[in-house]
């Protein structure tokens, strides 16, 4: 099945700092999403998106589908930004999704 | 999108017991799934049930310990049988609504196994 590979695996930044996470993925996707996991454990949708860039406030996200790469960028972080972020990707026609191990995110005030 | 709402949210068990997590969604989805997240580790799909037949289980997880139902479009259980400590994680629930590609999850249920 597909691999999925996020890095960095820690981040600790200062609030107000950027940052760039990134996803590889071994095959074609069909879909890609990024999620946060809050403290509470609960997985909130980013960004559905399989290729091109899409910006939503601070986070926009880039997928080269051709190069099988996904980036996340964080603008002007805030400590509410902390928590674990996982990108995932679904093959095929099975809508399995198959997640990275996650990028820990800490927001230092 | 849709609401997913996962009961219990949290519960603390007793070594050899069972417990039935319950995914209820707020619209029609064409298919639902069960992961587990183990303590610091990533998500893992457990299987995809399936309305009105037996769920697929993924390798490694199987159908004696993680009794899956699905009795219509909106609604599954899953059980986790006989449980030890090592079952101590978070379940999610998870849907694909037909209307596209996204997978959506429910709140989680954090069990813990003593």
């Known amino acids: 099945g597909i691999q999925v590979e996020q890095s960095p695996p820690d981040l600790i930044l200062q609030e107000g700092a950027n940052s760039t996470l990134r996803c590889n993925f071994s095959?074609?996707?069909?879909?890609l999403q990024w999620f946060h996991q809050n403290p509470w454990g609960q997985l909130i949708n980013l960004f559905y998106i399989p290729s091109g860039t899409k910006q939503n406030g601070r986070l926009s996200a880039t997928t080269v589908a051709t190069e099988r790469y996904s980036l996340l960028y964080i603008s002007s972080s805030q400590t509410t930004d902390s928590g674990v972020y996982f990108c995932?990707?679904?093959?095929?026609?099975?809508?399995?999704?198959?997640f990275g191990k996650g990028t820990l995110l800490t927001v230092n005030p | 999108s849709a609401v997913i709402s996962q009961k219990p949210s949290r519960d603390i068990c007793q070594r050899g017991t069972s417990l039935t997590i319950q995914c209820q969604v707020d619209s029609q989805v064409t298919m639902m799934f069960w992961y587990r997240q183990q303590p610091g580790q990533s998500l893992t799909l457990i299987a995809t049930?399936?309305?009105?037949?037996?769920?697929?289980?993924e390798s490694g997880f199987v159908i004696d310990k993680f009794p899956i139902s699905r009795p219509n479009l909106t609604f599954s259980t899953l059980t986790v049988s006989n449980m030890s400590p090592e079952d101590s994680s978070i379940y999610l629930c998870?849907?694909?609504?037909?209307?596209?590609?996204?997978?959506?999850f429910g709140e989680g249920s954090w069990l813990t196994v003593v």
């Open positions: 998870s849907v694909r609504t037909g209307r596209g590609n996204t997978i959506y």
């Open positions: 995932a990707a679904l093959e095929g026609s099975n809508y399995k999704l198959t």
């Open positions: 049930a399936n309305q009105g037949s037996e769920a697929t289980y």
């Open positions: 095959d074609s996707v069909n879909n």
